[in-house]
């Protein structure tokens, strides 16, 4: 089983709609979780940290579930600028520094 | 100011070929990483530096593979005898040491031939 799970989609979605996308990581020691965003042949760039209360950041909310570990990304709104992949990034302690695990990705396409 | 750059951004190598790729990181940033991003996959990672020492190096597929940062700051990925498999996008990525946050490079995109 891998250690970070996404849905690889496409997702296609029409502007303005809400979409999701969750990520499930199977460490339960995992301490700390982010979105990144990456547009098609460039660099990952982060999105946001997810955070156990939750936390959202304009038409973006981020959410993390312990118990069931897994996280969670909302879009409302759709723009066609959304259009990317998003990945899904756990770390966990690996004696003594922060390992980093990317997801998959999922990819959005947002459709006029 | 100044983020992570990588070079060569394109690589071409005739499979047996030996390949080395720089990655500067930002300037005092103590965290380094290298991943590798196939098509269609997420960044898989490689290895990590702190300052000049070389923590965890479980990500490299084979023996092939060599990292060093010898002075804390550039860093050499090196590949030898390439294969094929070895084509993917070769991202560096630093960060500060108490920052849970990585920037990356743009990427040097190897194609083995």
């Known amino acids: 089983r891998k250690e970070v799970e996404q849905d690889p989609g496409p997702f296609n979605v029409p502007e303005g709609a809400t979409v999701a996308f969750n990520c499930t990581y199977s460490?339960?020691?995992?301490?700390?979780f982010f979105w990144y965003r990456q547009d098609c042949r460039k660099e990952p760039k982060l999105l946001m940290s997810?955070?156990?209360s939750g936390n959202e950041d304009g038409r973006f909310t981020a959410q993390l579930n312990r118990a069931s570990q897994y996280i969670s990304l909302l879009i409302r709104d759709s723009k066609l600028s959304d259009s990317a992949t998003y990945l899904c990034?756990?770390?966990?302690?690996?004696?003594?520094?922060?390992?980093?695990?990317f997801g998959i990705g999922t990819k959005l396409q947002v459709i006029p | 100011g100044a983020g992570v750059s990588q070079s060569p951004r394109y690589k071409v190598a005739k499979r047996g070929q030996d390949v080395a790729l720089r990655c500067d990181p930002i300037?005092?940033?103590?965290?380094l990483f290298w991943y590798q991003q196939a098509l269609g996959q997420g960044p898989e990672f490689l290895t990590y530096?702190?300052?000049?020492?070389?923590?965890?190096k479980s990500g490299l597929p084979s023996d092939r593979f060599f990292a060093e940062r010898p002075e804390g700051s550039v860093s050499t990925l090196k590949i030898q005898r390439t294969q094929q498999e070895d084509s993917a996008v070769y991202l560096c990525?630093?960060?500060?040491?108490?920052?849970?946050?990585?920037?990356f490079g743009p990427g040097t995109r190897l194609t083995v031939t």
């Open positions: 530096f702190q300052n000049e020492a070389q923590l965890d």
């Open positions: 990525a630093s960060r500060t040491l108490n920052s849970d946050e990585q920037y």
């Open positions: 300037s005092g940033h103590v965290s």
């Open positions: 460490n339960s020691a995992s301490q700390s």
């Open positions: 997810v955070y156990s």
């Open positions: 990034v756990v770390n966990s302690d690996s004696g003594g520094y922060q390992k980093v695990t």
